[in-house]
């Protein structure tokens, strides 16, 4: 210790090791700002909190939003304060468009297009320059595929009924109707004189107005998935075409015996003993036949071509969309499925099976183009002052089945709405004059209430142009309900208006 | 071997030394602040533009008078002749600079004072704090050429510092939650702000007095070996100081910079990883069983963890800030194009005192923020590089501790801002508004600019050394 004050040890090399420590502190708070700055940005600046959303909102009046024909869907009017507000064309619309509320926020494209029709995302390149110019936001107009006039017939059809329609092109994926009722007046809800009464009324009201059901309502389909079981099993090679099962002729009478459950049927006693192939079993909705197709195909098998087709993830949509399911997933067998018994109630729609009719419509378009679905979209462009114009092209979606096997269930269906037998159970689902092709449901929900009524087609069948899928809650059997609905509005999009 | 004895041996060089005063050229400096005044009109005009949409500076008046103090500074050093560092403050004064600029862009309505029957808005008062703050560190650099009055007192600094303490945990007045402030007379200010500069000057006393002591391990501790424990006491002094900030003044941030630079100067002075191991366990220690015990901690921490999880409610304003460095992107919005106000609101509350960084981020963008965290960092190394050439230990350890205070402060700030650190109420040092935070780091400022002129009264010889013999000599008699 003696004289240890007088040997100084030099500091600099432990002073270098805290510059070290410290500069690296630093550069963290610089990839800190890197990942805020950039990674996170693009979600960050859309975001319905981001300070300049909530003050562009205030300020800026919203891009317009017109449909496939140029009709003005949402436009901007300026109250008496000078604060500006949203008007809808009208009520047929709300549940797609939604609303832009300074009250209440935003719903439908409102929210997802949020970001685009306030002008503050375009493309990075001019969000880069758009600093140097004197206006700041930059609102994009949005075109629609869908059609005014068909969407307000649709919500029409269904009238005061609860349900859905939607209708696309299967060559593009455009979505030409999304229409769910009940509805709701969009424009007293974005003006602020009546928000608050308007919709503290429809919170309150039990239909579930503000529900938009066509992509967010989940439902129990019925014999009308018997089109996924049909893909499946064609699919994966399980049947083919012409395969019939021996024993489903005798199974009418006493039922499927699946594991000590019975499968029951019974609905079509005319076609006797003969055992009936995808086109037989498809024109009579027999359930016995798809159980076995179920069956055949194996759980696995159901469920991937299911998933292929938009099945167990939300839908890649403009739109938020539930996620259809063929089975709850907790099961141990292949596919998520518990038993033999769920598997074969699932293959013709019952069980633990829930769909969203936007998925249904997208079942029907994968037979109708050929075995390639394309995504749905409802935006084809967005148009800015300054960006100019950006087209959204059509998407794949990746083919499903070989085009062979999609021509097959197309007959099927052709044949259960043109069919001698067919017809009683899509009765008024035929397009007049065009082959149409078409599945029926009648979704059983178990208990006293009446049946989901459903309907999935296309037509012309030869070269479909359009497909719809129908839904009406707890209204009866397809065919009494479902089915002259699709093939009215389908009429009028083939033949202009009767 | 006395003081005066020393002052005799080294007579003739303090003669020269004394001698009469020479102006000295300090060209690098008038270069830098020559770019400095070309950055921040370049800032003044950007801003100018986008507020008021004409090709002219902003508030030409406050700038010019900032910029002119700095030239008059500059000024003060050139004919005092002394051969301080050039670099150091033309860096604070950039960073100065951009404060000026931000607060007269943000609305001056956020805060009023009154002096002498005149009233200032936010921009004004800054732009006087600024001025004083220059005055004190151009004062200091100048005037200063003794540490005696540092080194002497160093216990009276700190009983000065516990004095300062202890008046804000008794008087002090609690704003947001957390009681900082002390109010005296028409007066007011943050006495950490003081006190962290008061805690280098007892540091480095304290350190460079002992480091050779607490580098011996005579002390067993299971597999650690640890300095004699007389000589741990006031490090563990130090942890109930800082738990006991965190505790009455529900300050998180200023415990965290005095523990951090605590355990910094240990590591320079001691080269003991082991030191600071213990030390920052001890401190998690104490922080996680805080958080248990009090509530206003663990939501600081739960905020920290997940702001999106109530983004309008308690984790509002640390989401809106980053928010806001999202909105500013690489490039950044522009001066004055950023901060969108919502019916008359900023969307970051408190953005002058603790959001400055987030605000700077949205409108200069990463780059700029970059560009300020560089800033820092040249003010640490020019403080480690005035410690290193330092004459003696107390020198090295003092110039290294008030370096490290600016940039721990810094950090622990800018690290709250960009959600690496739980948000505190630490300033960002010469940018956040505020009296008490300019002028204590314009201290800091003013003693490193002395402290780097090596043509000072040199130090005094060790004393351990001469108290042995000392010592011996009375045995031998």
């Given amino acids: 210790m003696l004289g240890s004050g007088s040997v100084r040890a030099p500091l600099g090399r432990t002073t270098i090791h805290v510059a070290i420590v410290i500069s690296l502190a630093f550069a963290l708070l610089a990839a800190a700002a890197g990942y805020w700055g950039v990674v996170e940005a693009p979600r960050l600046v859309r975001s319905p909190n981001d300070a300049a959303v909530i003050a562009a909102a205030r300020t800026v009046a919203r891009g317009l939003i017109r449909d496939r024909t140029g009709k003005i869907l949402a436009n901007n009017k300026a109250a008496a304060d000078g604060a500006i507000h949203r008007v809808y064309a009208g009520r047929a619309i709300s549940q797609v468009v939604g609303y832009a509320s300074s009250v209440y926020g935003r719903a439908g494209l409102e929210r997802a297009y949020d970001a685009e029709l306030t002008g503050l995302a375009g493309d990075p390149l001019t969000d880069a320059l758009a600093k140097f110019g004197a206006d700041r936001y930059d609102p994009q107009d949005l075109t629609l595929a869908l059609s005014w006039d068909l969407q307000k017939a649709a919500v029409a059809a269904l009238g005061k009924r609860r349900g859905a329609v939607v209708m696309l092109d299967p060559r593009t994926g455009e979505v030409l109707v999304l229409a769910s009722t009940p509805t709701y007046d969009a424009s007293a809800i974005a003006d602020p004189a009546t928000a608050k009464a308007t919709f503290e009324g429809l919170q309150d009201d039990p239909t579930q107005p503000l529900l938009p059901r066509a992509t967010l309502g989940r439902y129990v389909p019925g014999s009308v998935f018997k089109i996924v079981t049909a893909v499946a099993g064609l699919g994966s090679g399980a049947i083919e075409p012409d395969s019939t099962f021996k024993q489903q002729p005798a199974a009418e009478k006493n039922g499927l015996l699946v594991d000590g459950y019975r499968v029951r049927d019974g609905h079509h006693p005319t076609t006797g003993s003969t055992p009936l192939d995808l086109i037989g079993a498809t024109e009579v909705s027999c359930n016995i036949y798809y159980a076995l197709t179920g069956l055949e195909t194996g759980g696995a098998d159901l469920a991937a071509y299911a998933k292929r087709m938009g099945f167990g993830s939300p839908l890649p949509f403009d739109l938020p969309t539930a996620i259809s399911q063929v089975t709850n997933g907790d099961g141990s067998e292949p596919g998520g499925f518990t038993d033999d018994v769920e598997l074969a109630n699932a293959s013709y729609g019952q069980a633990e099976t829930v769909v969203t009719p936007l998925q249904m419509a997208l079942v029907a378009a994968t037979v109708a183009n050929d075995g390639e679905p394309m995504q749905p979209r409802l935006v084809t462009s967005m148009t800015g002052k300054r960006s100019g114009t950006r087209t959204i092209g059509p998407q794949p979606m990746g083919r499903v089945i070989s085009a062979a096997d999609a021509r097959a269930i197309n007959a099927a269906m052709v044949q259960a709405v043109e069919g001698r037998l067919g017809r009683q159970f899509t009765t008024g689902a035929k397009v007049p004059g065009v082959t149409t092709a078409g599945k029926s449901g009648t979704a059983e929900l178990g208990g006293t209430g009446e049946p989901h009524s459903w309907f999935i087609g296309f037509a012309p069948a030869e070269n479909p142009t359009i497909v719809i899928a129908v839904l009406v809650e707890q209204a009866g059997r397809g065919a009494e309900v479902a089915a002259p609905i699709a093939g009215d509005l389908m009429t009028r999009y083939l033949k202009g208006a009767p | ?477």
């Fill in chain 2, 1 to 477: 071997m006395t003081a005066g004895a020393t002052r005799s041996v080294r007579a003739p060089s303090q003669a020269r030394m004394l001698g009469p005063i020479r102006p000295r050229p300090r060209w690098l400096e008038f270069r830098l602040l020559g770019l400095v005044a070309i950055a921040l009109l370049a800032g003044s005009l950007s801003l100018g533009a986008t507020v008021t949409g004409r090709f002219g500076l902003f508030d030409a008046q406050a700038l010019l008078i900032y910029i002119a103090a700095l030239f008059g500074a500059h000024a003060a050093q050139v004919l005092a002749g002394r051969r301080t560092d050039q670099i150091l403050l033309p860096t604070v004064a950039l960073l100065g600079g951009i404060s000026l600029l931000l607060m007269q862009r943000l609305p001056q309505d956020l805060v009023t004072q009154t002096f002498f029957g005149a009233t200032f808005g936010l921009a004004q008062v800054q732009l006087i704090w600024l001025l004083i703050g220059l005055t004190i560190a151009t004062t200091l650099g100048i005037v200063v050429r003794s540490d005696r009055w540092l080194r002497r007192y160093k216990y009276t600094w700190a009983a000065v510092g516990v004095g300062l303490l202890l008046l804000t945990f008794v008087f002090g007045t609690e704003v947001n939650g957390q009681r900082l402030t002390l109010q005296l007379g028409p007066l007011s200010g943050q006495p950490t702000e003081l006190l962290k500069v008061i805690l280098v000057v007892f540091l480095a006393g304290y350190l460079s007095e002992n480091r050779a002591l607490l580098v011996e391990q005579d002390t067993r501790l299971g597999p650690l070996r640890l300095p004699p424990l007389p000589y741990l006491a006031p490090m563990v002094a130090m942890w109930a100081i800082a738990l006991g900030i965190v505790v009455i003044q529900r300050d998180l941030g200023a415990a965290l910079l005095f523990f951090g630079v605590f355990l910094a100067l240990l590591y320079v002075a001691t080269g003991r990883v082991s030191l600071v191991i213990i030390g920052f366990v001890l401190f998690f220690i104490g922080s996680a069983v805080m958080a248990v015990l009090f509530d206003h901690i663990r939501t600081r921490i739960d905020i920290w963890l997940d702001p999106f999880a109530d983004p309008l409610g308690a984790g509002f304003q640390v989401v809106q800030a980053l928010h806001a460095f999202a909105r500013g992107g690489l490039l950044g919005v522009g001066l004055g194009a950023g901060l969108p106000e919502i019916a008359g609101n900023l969307p970051i509350p408190e953005v002058h005192t603790d959001f400055p960084l987030a605000a700077l981020g949205e409108e200069l963008g990463i780059v700029g923020v970059v560009a300020i965290l560089g800033l820092y960092l040249v003010v640490i190394e020019r403080g480690m590089r005035i410690g290193a050439a330092a004459a003696d230990d107390f020198r090295s350890l003092l110039a290294v501790g008030l370096a490290l205070v600016i940039g721990v402060q810094a950090f622990i700030i800018a690290a709250g801002n960009l959600k690496v650190l739980p948000l505190t109420g630490v300033t960002l040092p010469y940018i956040s508004y505020g009296g008490s935070s300019i002028l204590a780091n314009s201290l800091v400022v003013g003693l490193l600019l002395a402290l780097s002129d090596k043509g000072v009264e040199p130090p005094p010889l060790p004393r351990t050394g001469s108290r042995w013999r000392r010592a011996g000599r009375r045995a031998a008699t």
